[in-house]
Nanobody, 119 residues
Framework: QVQLVESGGGLVQAGASLRLSCVAS????????MGWFRQAPGKEREFVAN????????YYADSVKGRFTTSRDNAKNTMYLQMNSLKPEDTAVYYC????????????WGQGTQVTVSS
């Protein structure tokens, strides 16, 4: 079992940057691939980015590619989402999630952190 806590959300204007953090505890952090998801009110949760156990492989949704960067520091049990050039469309609750490297689904989720981008 792993516990995840997101932080770093806030209210910013379009064009600004934010860095979200996801701190993991409970199991060895490097045993998990990690993902970022977001959900706006009334909308389905959508994939944002993910990163493999070592940080060597990342994937991004087309909507954030070139603007967002995810990374991880296994020594600190922390994953980051650097968000640049934020747009109002990025407004959502952002969640981090963990999937065992042995395979399976994203079984572990954080509580979410609100990101609001004003025009």
């Amino acid at each position: 079992q792993v516990q995840l806590v997101e932080s770093g959300g806030g209210l910013v204007q379009a064009g600004a940057s934010l860095r979200l953090s996801c701190v993991a505890s409970g199991r060895t952090f490097s045993s998990y691939g990690m993902g970022w998801f977001r959900q706006a009110p009334g909308k389905e949760r959508e994939f944002v980015a993910n990163i493999n156990w070592s940080g060597a492989i990342t994937y991004y949704a087309d909507s954030v590619k070139g603007r967002f960067t995810t990374s991880r520091d296994n020594a600190k049990n922390t994953m980051y989402l650097q968000m640049n050039s934020l747009k109002p469309e990025d407004t959502a609750v952002y969640y981090c999630a963990a999937v065992p490297t042995s395979g399976g689904s994203y079984d572990y989720w954080g509580q979410g952190t609100q990101v609001t981008v004003s025009s």
